[in-house]
């Protein structure tokens, strides 16, 4: 069956950095575009990132503004997601998602499979 299962979430000072990783299986991961989302306290669940299914197609939320920067590799079905420059606000809960299509997108309801997701806590 399907499985996303992410890692690398952890606690960093503002400023910092963070890799999270998303390792699929279960399903032909070169054919779907993947996401990520995250949910904090309190909040609705938000898009962050997505990357199509070859990676040429990418999009990101405008509060990313270059700090963020998602990436994959097909051969270890794995997709990543860079945080750098972590602000205290990015604390929340990250999600990776499989998308119903082959290019990015946005909304979670082109998504149908969701990771366990990993907490990432950015301290002031």
């Known amino acids: 069956q399907v499985q996303l299962v992410e890692s690398g979430g952890g606690l960093v000072q503002a400023g910092g950095s963070l890799r999270l990783s998303c390792a699929a299986s279960?399903?032909?991961?070169?054919?779907?575009?993947m996401g990520w989302f995250r949910q904090a306290p309190g909040k609705e669940r938000e898009f962050v990132a997505s990357i199509g299914r070859v990676g040429y197609s990418i999009q990101y939320a405008s509060f990313v503004k270059g700090r963020f920067t998602t990436s994959r590799d097909n051969a270890k079905n794995t997709v990543y997601l860079q945080m750098n420059s972590l602000k205290p606000e990015d604390t929340a809960v990250y999600y990776c998602a499989r998308a119903k299509y082959v290019s990015a997108r946005s909304s979670s309801d082109d998504y149908d499979y969701w990771g366990q997701g990993t907490q990432v806590t950015v301290s002031s």
């Open positions: 279960g399903f032909g991961f070169s054919r779907y575009a």
